[in-house]
């Protein structure tokens, strides 16, 4: 069964860092690409980051690029989001998701239609 469970997320103050897992079981994500996703009430869900399984190069979205960075662990079979310089709107809760095979290129701007296996999130809030 194909699972992915995130984890790391709490309540911090701007400018603080917090590292998200995400923790994958049933599959060998180094075969995958997987995204980072966060939501907040009342707006899509908006891909920040992304690695691709086999080459392990990264996308980020603006807003996050130079301040987040997402790594993958072989050995654990886990996938990070190092989160530095954190700013109140960097609040939302955080998702990971894997590759539906739908698109060419889905770490280029991941969409969430195009990604799968959802965990139940990592609430992430950021305030003084």
């Known amino acids: 069964q194909v699972q992915l469970v995130e984890s790391g997320g709490g309540l911090v103050q701007p400018g603080e860092s917090l590292r998200l897992s995400c923790a994958a079981s049933?599959?060998?994500?180094?075969?995958?690409?997987v995204a980072w996703f966060r939501q907040v009430p009342g707006k899509e869900r908006e891909g920040i980051s992304c690695i691709r399984g086999a080459s392990k190069s990264t996308f980020y979205v603006n807003s996050v690029k130079g301040r987040f960075t997402m790594s993958r662990d072989d050995a654990k079979n886990t996938i990070y989001l190092q989160m530095n310089s954190l700013t109140p709107e960097d609040t939302a809760v955080y998702y990971c998701?894997?590759?539906?095979?739908?698109?060419?290129?889905?770490?280029?701007?991941?969409?969430?239609?195009?990604?799968?296996?959802w965990g139940p999130g990592t609430q992430v809030t950021v305030s003084s």
């Open positions: 998701a894997v590759d539906l095979g739908k698109a060419l290129d889905p770490c280029d701007n991941p969409a969430p239609v195009d990604f799968g296996s």
């Open positions: 049933g599959f060998i994500l180094t075969y995958y690409n």
